[in-house]
Structures are given as C-alpha cells and as structure tokens.
C-alpha cells in the first residue's frame, strides 16, 4: 500500500460494524436504551458510509439494505418509546 | 475452571456466562392472563388456540438443555419445564403440505425452523427455568427453547406458531443472520450460507 493511502473497508468490515450495531440493540435492556439506540444509529451511519464506498455492486446493495432495514427498525423503536 | 466434560459442551467461538445476559430487540410485551391466547395457524388441519389456564394444563415435561447465543456466550445445565413442541403441534394437526414453521412473538419478532428440527425430543414451549417461573426480561411467560440452535431462534413472549409449507425467512434471518443457526458449524451469518 503506498504511504498515506487508508485500506479501503471490505464487505466483512462493514457487516463488522453492522454486527456491533445489533449488539448495541440486543444489550439495551441492561442499559439506557435510548443511548443503546443512539449508539447504534451512530454505529450504521459509519456502516451505511462505508458500504456506499464498496466496489462490489452486490455486496454495496446488500449491506446498504441491511444498514436502511436497521434505521427503520431504529426509528420505529424511538417511536414506541416517545408515544 | 470449566471441566473438561463442560469445555466439551462449548461450541467453537464461544465462552461460558455465569449469569444469563438479558438481550432482546424488542420492549417486553405486557402478560394478562385473562387475555393471552396462544395460536396455531397456516397449513394445518385446523386453528388451534389456548387461553393461559389452557395451555398450562398441556402435559408438562422438563427438559436439562445448554444456551449458546450467536453473540458469543453460552450457559450450560439449563432446567426447562414446558410443553413439547410436537405436542402443541400435534393438536393442531399439520397438513401434508408443512415443512416449516414461524414462531411469533406479540411484536414483529419471528424465528422460522423445519418442522423436523422442533420435533426433536429437546425442543420445548418453557415457562419454568431451573424451578422458577420465567422471568419476562427471558420470555416469560413462556419462550421456545431449541437446543440445537443459536438462541435467537429460541423467541421470547411466544404467542403463536404459523405453520407453512415453505421456508419463510424470521426477523434475524432477514437482517443477515444465517438461516440455520447451528452453533456447532459456527453458522453465525447469512453469508456462510452459500459456502
């Protein structure tokens, strides 16, 4: 790699952070869960990044879904506890 | 220390837990009782519903089973008390067309299986763990408990079998999680599925 050049994150570093991104949710009865939930959308926005940086056409669309699925399932757990 | 007869029990990428950590998707449904059914639908013979009182008068049975949960711990030496699955089944009555089934929860969590794997001997409907009732932050009133598989296929606040005649993908095998689950092949990821 030439100096300066940052590796460019692969399909499984970008499940990785989509991984954590459930763990976050899955752990949130033992936490706030509204942070819980914060830190997972923090936790998909840099997954959801990095996907639209993937060169594999499949594998971009793929992980883009599974990022979106989450936000939705994010939003609708926000709205539950607000309503 | 484990014992060498309890490392045995651990499956690959996997650690004992000595407490039970608490995860879940989803907020914990409210139980009344008075109002909770529990339903069997899809390509069977015929609807079957129970009230509360109902199905805890379904023949018990106690079943001592190991927890192994996708995300890396596993609890050795769990007592169930519950109902078999097949017998919940049984009285529902499959048609010739079932090959699988959801399990639902009062939200929009699922978890699909083969019928063949919940006939097994081990899987069980639970409301009683090591001789307490089961708390609701673990299922309770009562949860599926499939051995075999990874602990999410094992849902919480279970409310209903839909019983299908195809494979339809569960809330976690939807977001990217394998679709069988077997602790012992380490099968975590959807992705290992085409391997």
């Not at chain 1, 509204?34 to 060169?55: G, P």
């Not at chain 2, 106690?62 to 609890?75: A, E, N, Q, Y």
């Not at chain 2, 090591?130 to 606040?157: I, N, Q, T």
Request: with cysteine.
């Amino acid at each position: 790699m030439l100096a300066g050049m940052e590796a460019r994150p692969g399909p499984g570093e970008v499940w990785d952070l989509i991984r954590r991104a459930d763990e976050f949710v899955k752990y949130s009865p033992n936490r706030d869960p509204a942070a819980a939930r914060a830190q997972a959308r923090r936790q998909l926005e840099r997954a959801a990044e990095a996907a639209a940086a993937l060169t594999d056409r499949a594998a971009r669309d793929a992980l883009t879904e599974q990022v979106r699925r989450r936000l939705d399932d994010l939003d609708r757990a926000g709205d539950r506890a607000d309503g | 220390m484990p014992t060498a007869e309890e490392a045995a029990r651990v499956p690959p990428g996997q650690r004992l837990t000595k407490g039970w950590p608490i995860l879940h998707a989803e907020g914990i449904p409210p139980f009344d009782p008075a109002t909770w059914r529990f339903r069997v639908t899809g390509a069977v013979e015929r609807t079957a519903e129970w009230t509360w009182d109902e199905f805890r008068a379904l023949p018990p049975v106690t079943v001592t089973s190991d927890i192994h949960c996708v995300t890396g711990w596993s609890k050795l030496g769990n007592n169930w008390e519950g109902v078999p699955f097949r017998e919940v089944l049984d009285r529902a009555g499959p048609s010739s067309a079932a090959t699988h089934a959801l399990i639902e929860a009062p939200s929009a969590y699922t978890a699909n299986l083969p019928l063949d794997a919940l006939a097994d001997d081990d899987v069980l409907f639970a409301w009683s763990h090591d001789g307490a009732p089961l708390p609701p932050e673990h299922g309770g009133p009562l949860r599926l408990v499939v051995p075999k598989r990874y602990f999410w296929k094992s849902v919480k606040w279970a409310v209903g079998v839909r019983v299908l005649g195809r494979d339809v993908r569960g809330y976690w095998e939807e977001r990217g999680y394998h679709n069988d689950a077997d602790p012992w092949a380490e099968q975590r990821y959807a992705w290992q599925e085409s391997r």
